[in-house]
């Protein structure tokens, strides 16, 4: 039987397959309030040209126009890939209660594997749980990264 947890990480790794069918890094993420999905976003980095354009900045970003203001509080952000600095921060800032992650980013990740931001005295911190459809969310970025390679050699 699926959790609650798993269920909303499998609305995110539907929204990161989406991203991948573009071309984009296939993150997906969803904000969670109420047991009711408030917003849901994949990277669009390419299509924009944006740096900015990540998946939980997106969904962050519509969330808060959906609750009229900036702060997310009883909010829970799913994402399939750890968050990066700049998303952590962003999470910080929007007061987000809890985010749940699938798998770990050893290059960029900095809710614990490369630094955790979480950790330090800024005036928010979030309940973080890791690891939720860990092998799917990992997998779905093998695949896009290798099928990247294999196209660039052939």
């Known amino acids: 039987m699926m959790n609650q947890d798993e269920h909303w990480m499998r609305e995110a790794l539907s929204l990161a397959k989406k991203a991948g069918e573009q071309g984009e890094v296939p993150v997906g993420a969803v904000i969670v309030k109420d047991g009711e999905i408030l917003a849901?976003?994949?990277?669009?980095?390419?299509?924009?040209?944006?740096?900015t354009a990540h998946a939980e900045l997106l969904a962050i970003e519509e969330a808060c126009r959906i609750c009229g203001g900036w702060r997310l509080i009883g909010c829970t952000l799913y994402v399939t890939l750890e968050p990066c600095p700049m998303c952590t921060g962003a999470i910080i800032n929007a007061r987000l209660d809890r985010v749940v992650y699938g798998t770990k980013d050893p290059v960029a990740g900095c809710c614990g594997s490369l630094i955790d931001l979480n950790a330090y005295p800024f005036n928010h911190r979030f309940s973080l749980t890791r690891g939720v459809c860990e092998s799917e969310c990992r997998e779905l970025l093998r695949e896009f990264f290798?099928?990247?390679?294999?196209?660039?050699?052939?």
């Open 40 to 51: 849901g976003a994949y990277n669009l980095r390419e299509k924009r040209g944006s740096a």
């Open 146 to 154: 290798h099928s990247k390679r294999i196209s660039v050699i052939e």
